[in-house]
């Protein structure tokens, strides 16, 4: 009799375990206690973030896009630390900072990058920051010193006319991306003088796993009209959801809930498009506030992981910055006595979402090219038109390894 007893507790315990398995509590989060600065900072972020988005996709022909509004914004806070005049106010407007004064700025972004990657346990998300210039330039000590100390900024002096640079400058984000994204720069032009760099990883676990025998092949409706068999993740959960006329969404929590996926679904009639064209920093903090814990939400999505990369000086054109990218015009003269504009600002991201949780990268880079050579050392041209003698020799020794004469240099593939 004792034993069908015990025997009744342990089944008992185990058909309570499973039923609790997909219905995990996260354990109290830790709080990011924002001063008002900070808090405005956050609001300018998603304002300027959430237009971007939405360029974004208008320039893009892409079925998938995704972008970082915190990597892009880091990115555009530490060149602006650079800038002055007309430049500056402009980079103002357009990353909606208007208001914040530099120290203010300086001050939330320190406390921002800080907190943010010391929330969960379940949760690796770090943001790295780094700045390569070409070591025939000056760079001014404090543009240096206020992206080290703020943004914690890996510097690095290199020889930007070397193959290398490029390989350094890519090594470094794929080792902050874990391997994700591997290449920001392609080259780097004769002018090129610094290379400005954010990078953001995460990589996160639900709270509550989709449980992978419940992935099924199910359709999927195109925009175009079209259907396709996708696998579709399923799971009962009870989480925050919200609906209205537009969408409905869930926030799906990772870890300890302090990070969530939030997934607007349009509703019958709507399309994705419209939620992009109502996002605004208001309408952002409207429909956050509108979310309230709800029983058995029954979640059915599909897996998904893409790659995507965007030029953004146009859009960041379109958006007022103007003058930072005219050469000769541009005032970054807080970074160096050197005339200096933007050429390039690149954005590339990976996302990989499956039943596990989330990995998602991004890296933000802003090109300084110069207007000319200006003090560069002089070049010696040395051009190999006749016959010549070559060796290979050891460094330290001196010795000769090998030794011979060109007299036709034929090359046979």
């Known amino acids: 009799m004792k034993t069908i007893i015990l025997l009744l507790l342990a089944f008992m315990l185990t058909s309570i375990s499973s039923c609790q398995k997909n219905d995990v509590q996260p354990p109290e989060n830790n709080i990011i206690d924002l001063d008002e600065k900070s808090a405005k900072l956050i609001e300018a972020d998603n304002e300027f973030g959430l237009e971007m988005f939405q360029k974004v996709r208008e320039d893009n022909d892409d079925e998938n896009i995704m972008i970082s509004p915190l990597s892009i914004s880091v990115a555009l806070a530490m060149a602006y630390k650079g800038a002055d005049g007309d430049t500056k106010t402009e980079m103002e407007k357009a990353m909606k900072l208007n208001g914040l004064t530099t120290d203010e700025i300086n001050t939330s972004y320190k406390m921002l990058i800080s907190a943010l990657q010391s929330l969960d346990e379940d949760v690796f998300f770090e943001i790295a920051n780094a700045i390569f210039y070409a070591d025939i330039m000056e760079v001014k000590p404090g543009f240096l010193d206020v992206n080290k100390t703020v943004y914690e900024a890996e510097i690095e002096r290199l020889d930007f006319s070397s193959p290398g640079a490029v390989n350094t400058i890519n090594d470094w984000v794929t080792e902050k991306t874990n391997d994700k994204i591997t290449k920001i720069i392609e080259l ?226």
């Open 188 to 413: 780097l032009d004769p002018l090129d003088r610094m290379v400005l760099l954010n990078a953001i990883y995460f990589n996160g676990i639900w709270t509550n796993e989709f449980d992978e025998e419940g992935t099924h092949e199910l359709d999927f409706n195109k925009p175009d009209g079209t259907t396709i068999k996708v696998p579709m993740m399923n799971k009962l959960e009870n989480l925050d959801y919200t609906a209205n006329s537009l969408f409905k969404a869930i926030k799906m929590p990772y870890g300890n809930g302090q990070y969530n996926m939030v997934i607007f679904l349009p509703e019958t009639g709507k399309n994705s498009q419209n939620v992009i064209d109502e996002l605004s920093a208001a309408s952002w903090k409207k429909w956050m506030d509108e979310f309230e814990k709800t029983d058995r939400v029954d979640i059915t999505m599909p897996r998904f992981k893409f790659e995507f990369e965007a030029g953004l000086n146009d859009l960041l054109k379109k958006m007022g910055m103007q003058k930072a990218f005219i050469p000769e015009v541009a005032d970054f003269s807080k970074i160096s006595d050197v005339e200096l504009y933007i050429s390039a600002v690149k954005h590339k991201s990976f996302i990989d979402v499956n039943e596990t949780g989330t990995e998602a990268a991004a890296v933000t880079s802003i090109t300084f090219t110069t207007t000319s050579i200006g003090n560069e050392p002089q070049k010696v041209p040395f051009f190999v038109n006749k016959p010549f003698v070559f060796a290979i020799t050891e460094n330290n020794t001196d010795a000769i390894l090998f030794i011979g004469e060109v007299q036709n240099p034929e090359y046979d593939e």
